[in-house]
């Protein structure tokens, strides 16, 4: 985009969706960013003034809004509790995009979300060659949760502590899977996305496993990738299409009711990203997408509401206490609440505890923790108060991005809680 | 913009961390939630401690520069709006320690910047009870409720924060610490300074801490939903339910737009034809609860309710409250802009205000909606427009001037609990008296030699 008044036009076009913000300010209660920084720039509010006055060319400084709108996660907190229903994440996501357009996307995101990530060969090779060498790099932080870190690659990754990357992916481990339906039966789309076939693998594996127990019929085709969500975040909205065109033709042609993902991230993307940025490809694309978001589903909900998993009744007596985060995507873009804590509920050998403020973001809000991951950090030591103040030995959830972050938080501060995937839980209790 | 050296100053004070001059930063504290233009100010600073709060003051008033202080920004008459480009704004979330609470004494020691909200739960941990809950109690802060004198939903029985400042302690415009008040039930030692702070919009202080009473908690409550086919009957009810004696903690008003919308978008089955309904909750000992949940129902009944539903149970209760809370986020989504007043009259009156807001929206071809805490007579009557049809605004800005005409002509108040601020500070002489204007100014003057707190708020300096 050449000049400042050609961006300030794209963004006056997002005038009418700013105005409605009464300007009341309650998104600070639920802003984690807020949260942690106290900054009005930082939640919501300050963040639509600022698109506001750039559209109006009061600010002539585009890198400091770029910065300003990438302390953001994404969660959406602000949006599902703003009291006019402002349609903030389409603002930030739209906006993001138009000042990266301007300012130009950054070399290293670039080579990312538009070369490595739309060709899964080359991302899966890299990934692979990755793995066997994590040994050199990395070494065990000797926490309950199997974390690793990485004190060489200090300059790149901080002192994450995080889950090794696995020897053999889920893509690698099945191939191509396209069961055959039986009689009357389900046949599903399963989407691991990228954490569920390179890095926890048994979670996918314990999806798989569940899926069969019930007799559902497996579809998962070759050359899926990433859903393209890290890509729209960074404002690259060309990348993320063109992600998403390579998992269209990765499905197109399969037979199957649902397409269904462990990742809340991956499955609100599916069904509500893909539809809105599908036109830019063309129509047939278009189409593709909208049956496809038609058919996305949470694999909590499917096993409760389609399925109908049910609780297993009172726990048994030495029972293991579970308590459940809900992820950003899963509870407020989605809506699935309820289902997750009753596919926990399902396995007797647990027994469900709330912690407090259950719903707070976890700080993990995918690139975000990239670079910001001291807030990030800070976030997540919220949620860890709450788990650990829950006296839970397990804390649950439905989003493996999440579980990444709540093993580091967790990692660092040497806390005996483990990290599991709800599906993981009732996997468990299935022979 | 401050200039470097000055930028420099304060970095040296008060930390690299808590200084803010680029132009982003300040100007997302150039707004509050009043529907005002806003103003950028020069420089934002967020000290983290009462000394390197005392310090900021005196560095700005040595060097004559305007402050504003900020909470939350949740105010809706521009109390936090800076009065010109020069102002400094001083941020209290820094200073957001609770200090103490004491149970035994019953009272709680917290800094300004503590969230109501948070407060609250604090001490409901402790099985203490600290009442006012303004609607903005999520986000809003102590110090932004003392200096708005904010009060809630439960204001009509428990009052509002005047009722729970015992003590503060305050930074005059020079930089001088100030103390008034104590952790005594009873203190009169010197001038009620406390008293004065109340409302002051941050124009003759800044407070540092304050001193607040807590209460024990109601062992019981009960609620109730009475539908009437016109407000005349719902605001006579009103009247009726205090002259028999009994004071329920909450009594609020829905009008029959508000009812419609709300259940428009809450599918929650409310009586869409009603006039009006009327919620309400009582609460204390249990016992006394009964005899006042029957005494309440009489008088629906007396004054034509058509109907009185008590919830059977928690979660109906909570529905019940979710159409009250429901309101201004529901009409907030009707059009882009949402001016929400604040009219107040003798709770005698409401029923000749109601019928005045929807003459005058009326007469201005305006939507309006009507809600609002009919046991204290402060309605909000909510305008629905778009701030952007130049046309539009102004008839919403000569509906609001007859409004609180007639507010005024009933013996009302311009502010049942929004305060004053740039928004209604042309009404001030009409509500009181030129002697009154001039009388504050004076003071003002007195206090703030070089008017550089909030100059332009309130009266004026
Ligand atoms: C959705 C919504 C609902 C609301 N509901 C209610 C309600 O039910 N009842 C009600 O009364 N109000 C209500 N309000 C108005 C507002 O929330 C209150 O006035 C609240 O007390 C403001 O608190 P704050 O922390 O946001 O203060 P701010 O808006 O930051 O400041 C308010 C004023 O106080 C001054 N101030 C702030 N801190 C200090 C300090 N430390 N020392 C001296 N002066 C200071 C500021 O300069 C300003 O003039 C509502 C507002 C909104 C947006
Ligand atoms: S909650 Fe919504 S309307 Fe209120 S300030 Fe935040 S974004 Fe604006
Ligand atoms: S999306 Fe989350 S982090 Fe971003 S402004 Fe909204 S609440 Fe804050």
Known sequence: ?431 | MASQALIRDFEDLIGKENVFSSEADRQSYSYDSAVLAPVVPSLVLRPTSTEQLGVCVKKLYDNGIPMTVRGAGTNLSGGTIPDNTDTVVILTNGLNRIIEINSDDLYAVVEPGVITAQFAAEVAKKNLFYPPDPGSQAVSTIGGNIAENAGGLRGLKYGVTKDYLMGVEFFDATGEIVKSGSRTVKCVTGYNLAGMLVQSEGTLGIISQAILKLVPPPKASKALMAVFDEVQDAAEAVAGIIAAHVVPCTLELLDNNTIVRVDDYTKAGLPREAGAILLIEVDGHPAQVADDAEAVERVLKANRARAVHVPKDAEEKFKLWEARRMALPVLARCRPTTVLEDATVPRSQIPAMMKAVNEIAAKHKLEVGTFGHAGDGNLHPTFLCDKRDKDEFHRVEEAIDEMFDVALKLHGTLSGEHGIGTAKSKWMEKETSRGTILFSQRLRRALDPKGLFNATKLVGI
């Not at chain 1, 569920?196 to 050359?223: I, Q, S, T, W």
């Not at chain 1, 539809?275 to 063309?282: K, L, N, S, T, V």
């Not at chain 1, 800070?378 to 006296?391: E, F, L, T």
Request: a positive charge; charged letters at 20%; proline letters at 6%.
């Open chain 1, 1 to 431: 985009m050449s000049n400042l008044h050609e961006l300030s036009q794209r963004l006056m076009a997002l005038d009418d969706r700013i105005t409605a913000c009464m300007k009341c300010g309650m998104c600070q209660a639920v802003c984690p960013m807020f949260g942690a920084s106290g900054m009005e720039a930082d939640v919501a509010r300050g963040k639509l003034a600022l698109i506001d006055n750039l559209a109006h060319e009061m600010i002539q400084d585009p890198e400091a809004v770029a910065d300003k709108l990438g302390r953001c996660l994404l969660c959406g907190s602000c949006q599902a509790s703003c009291p006019p229903g402002v349609q903030i994440m389409d603002v930030f996501m739209e906006a993001r995009e138009i000042v990266n357009a301007y300012l130009g996307l950054h070399p290293v995101k670039k080579m990312i979300f538009r070369a490595l990530l739309p060709q899964p060969s080359v991302f899966n090779l890299a990934m692979r060659v990755g793995a066997p060498m994590q040994g050199l790099m990395f070494r065990s932080t000797g926490a309950p949760q199997g974390t690793v870190c990485a004190p060489m690659l200090n300059f790149m990754l901080g002192d994450r502590h995080m889950r090794p990357l696995a020897k053999k992916p889920l893509h690698v481990r099945h191939g191509a899977l396209d069961e055959r339906r039986q009689p009357g039966g389900i046949k599903v789309a399963f989407y691991p996305g990228c954490m569920g076939d390179k890095m926890y693998v048994d979670m996918a594996e314990a999806c798989l496993k569940v899926l069969r127990h019930h007799n559902v019929a497996v579809f998962m085709p070759k050359g899926l990738t990433c859903c393209g969500i890290p890509a729209l975040s960074s404002g690259d909205a060309d990348g993320m299409v063109k992600q998403m065109k390579v998992n269209l033709k990765a499905l197109d042609g399969g037979d199957f009711d649902y397409i269904l993902s462990p990742c809340g991230s991956c499955t609100s993307t599916v069904k509500e990203l893909w539809p809105r940025y599908a036109g830019r490809i063309g129509a047939v694309e278009k189409r593709k997408a909208d049956q496809l978001a038609a058919k996305a589903m949470d694999i909590n909900a499917f096993l409760v509401d389609v399925l109908k998993v049910q609780p297993a009744g009172t726990p048994a007596g030495n029972a293991t206490s579970v308590t459940y985060h809900d992820s950003c995507h899963l509870k407020k873009s989605l809506g699935v609440v309820s289902q997750p804590r009753a596919v926990m509920a399902a396995n007797p050998a647990y027994k469900v505890v709330e912690m407090a403020e259950p719903d707070r973001c976890c700080g993990c809000g995918g690139s975000f923790n990239l670079f910001h991951y001291d807030y990030s950090r800070k976030i997540g030591q919220r949620k860890r108060d709450n788990v650990v103040a829950s006296q839970a030995e397990v804390v649950a959830a439905g989003c493996p991005a999440c579980m990444m972050q709540l093993e580091d938080v967790l990692s660092h501060n040497k806390d005996r809680v483990r990290v599991m995937h709800t599906v993981e839980i009732y996997a468990e209790s299935l022979k």
